[in-house]
């Protein structure tokens, strides 16, 4: 029991700066202005919520920098198509362009992604569970009890994994891309990534932390980003974003000293749900209550003046 608990709790080391633990998520840097960057930062963890600003996250931007991404692919593929019925000799260089793609094609690594979140049920009920990171008073990234477990034992493992260790000296360089997987460094920890956007002078990288739900920029360094070893790719992710049922979505023009109090609100342990709907791409709508006490009634109230 003494070591099941030892694995399910991050190493001692990871818990100076700050503890890996709900009451102190990782928290979500405000980066210097960048000519491409599209996101700006929500904050958001206990350990931060004195110091909010009015920078107010639309973390739904990620959602349409992806989709970008996706209609970019899809325009590319496009444009290199070409009609069956062509020229011979059209066909020949095609043929030859084909085999050396293939030739390349063999030497480069698959790309595999990590597998999504179960979703949610309409009617579920949830005890115990966690808020990994509130985007907004209206949007949150939920953890069930079983997830806010298994997101301590990545950080335990990737914690000491031979690839992820301060001197290591990778035999081929990360190489970062939009939409690519790789382990992030942040806050004395590793952590599964996303990559959202690059610099346009290749020193930065926006990030979503998948396990946990933030966006942070990080600096093109083996230092802070590598590429994420092959065996955490097998976990799913450790959390599922949802919108509080009820909540105004229109956070623009809240007060600092209001979103901070939403935040306090949206910053304990465990958490009763009920799971009013779920979608697969916009997330489960959800009703959060703690002692009894209904926190989407509770969070209208402190913004309706101001949406």
């Given at each position: 029991s003494q070591q099941i608990d030892d694995q399910l709790a991050p190493p001692a080391f990871l818990t100076t700066m700050p503890p890996a633990d709900i009451s102190t998520r990782p928290t979500a840097i405000i980066a210097q202005a960048d000519p491409t960057r599209s996101i700006s930062t929500y904050l958001l963890s206990n350990s931060s919520t004195k110091k909010v600003n009015n920078k107010i996250i639309d973390d739904f931007q990620i959602n349409s920098i992806l989709k970008s991404n996706q209609q970019s692919t899809t325009s590319f593929l496009k444009q290199t198509s070409s009609s069956a019925f062509q020229p011979i000799h059209s066909i020949q260089n095609l043929s030859s362009n084909i085999i050396n793609r293939q030739k390349k094609i063999k030497s480069q690594p698959i790309l595999i992604d990590i597998p999504k979140h179960k979703a949610l049920e309409r009617g579920?009920?949830?005890?115990k569970v966690h808020i990994s990171h509130p985007q907004?008073?209206?949007?949150?990234?939920?953890?069930l009890h079983e997830d806010f477990n298994r997101a301590c034992c990545l950080l335990h493992t990737m914690s000491i994994?031979?690839?992820?260790?301060?001197?290591?000296?990778?035999?081929?360089?990360?190489?970062?891309?939009?939409?690519?997987i790789c382990a992030c460094f942040h806050e004395g920890r590793w952590f599964r990534c996303r990559i959202l956007q690059i610099s346009e002078d290749l020193s930065t990288a926006t990030v979503i932390y998948l396990d946990w739900g933030m966006v942070i920029p990080v600096q093109i360094t083996p230092t802070y980003i590598r590429r994420l070893p092959n065996e955490f790719?097998?976990?799913?992710?450790?959390?599922i974003m949802c919108?509080?049922?009820g909540v105004s979505n229109s956070n623009d023009l809240i007060p600092s000293s209001i979103i901070a109090?939403?935040?306090?609100?949206?910053?304990?342990?465990e958490y009763d749900v009920i799971v009013n709907d779920y979608h697969s791409v916009t997330g489960g709508k959800i009703i959060l209550s703690y002692n009894g006490q209904i926190i989407n009634d509770q969070i209208q109230k402190l913004i309706i003046p101001y949406v």
């Open positions: 579920q009920k949830l005890t907004s008073p209206s949007i949150v990234n939920l953890m994994h031979p690839e992820l260790q301060t001197d290591y000296i990778p035999s081929h360089p990360f190489k970062p891309a939009i939409n690519k790719y097998m976990e799913s992710i450790c959390s919108h509080l049922d109090q939403c935040i306090n609100l949206l910053s304990e342990n």
